[in-house]
T-cell receptor, first 109, second 112 residues
Framework: DAKTTQPPSMDCAEGRAANLPCNHS???????VYWYRQIHSQGPQYIIH???NNETNEMASLIITEDRKSSTLILPHATLRDTAVYYC??????????FGAGTTVTVRA | DSGVTQTPKHLITATGQRVTLRCSPR?????VYWYQQSLDQGLQFLIQ???????AKGNILERFSAQQFPDLHSELNLSSLELGDSALYFC???????????FGDGTRLSIL
């Protein structure tokens, strides 16, 4: 599986957009980019995933660069409940998720 | 609520013992995955089943085993428990192999 690089932490103001970057320069053509988050010790929560095109759902937007070597998860209006560890994962045919250290996002009032 | 149910939520036992963790996947999901989260190792994939058959193995110890039953629920069996097995164990399920996985709330295992 391709490896991902994320900043260890970031702060965001409540009500503002949070932009979470992820580098995956060794991604191959059939590998998807997945985003999950984990709030405290709860089970990881699926957010969004994509292959080539930008994706949007009720939780977030995923912007993937044209060369697919990086992506950005956008939380449009961060709330205090969005404080969590966010994981960017690249996965392919074996479908198992390899979680790294993720980005600890703290939303401040 | 992800729809994935794990029991028990907490389990406290002693070294050398054997425990069974249970997972009921979301309705309609055929794939079940098991993960272990410990303080020093992070979230690690253990094993995957698809419609009753083992499909992938990760860093699962030989003391651990799993199975998926005809009704699609799964059990993770941990034996000869050691202090280092203390961790959160998560189950996830997905409709198919290339679909998002949805996680349960986990079982917290404490070995005394």
């Amino acid at each position: 599986d391709a490896k991902t690089t994320q900043p260890p932490s970031m702060d965001c103001a409540e009500g503002r957009a949070a932009n979470l970057p992820c580098n995956h320069s060794t991604i191959s053509g059939n590998e998807y980019v997945y985003w999950y988050r984990q709030i405290h010790s709860q089970g990881p929560q699926y957010i969004i995933h994509g292959l080539k095109n930008n994706e949007t759902n009720e939780m977030a937007s995923l912007i993937i660069t044209e060369d697919r070597k990086s992506s950005t998860l956008i939380l449009p209006h961060a709330t205090l409940r969005d404080t969590a560890v966010y994981y960017c994962i690249v996965t392919s045919d074996d479908y198992k998720l390899s979680f790294g250290a993720g980005t600890t996002v703290t939303v401040r009032a | 609520d992800s729809g994935v149910t794990q029991t028990p939520k907490h389990l406290i036992t002693a070294t050398g013992q054997r425990v069974t963790l249970r997972c009921s996947p979301r309705s309609g999901d055929l794939s079940v995955y098991w993960y272990q989260q410990s303080l020093d190792q992070g979230l690690q994939f253990l094993i995957q089943y698809y419609n009753g058959e083992e499909r992938a193995k990760g860093n699962i110890l030989e003391r651990f085993s799993a199975q998926q039953f005809p009704d699609l629920h799964s059990e993770l069996n941990l034996s000869s428990l050691e202090l280092g097995d203390s961790a959160l164990y998560f189950c996830a399920s997905s409709v198919d192999q290339n679909q998002p996985q949805h996680f349960g709330d986990g079982t917290r295992l404490s070995i005394l």
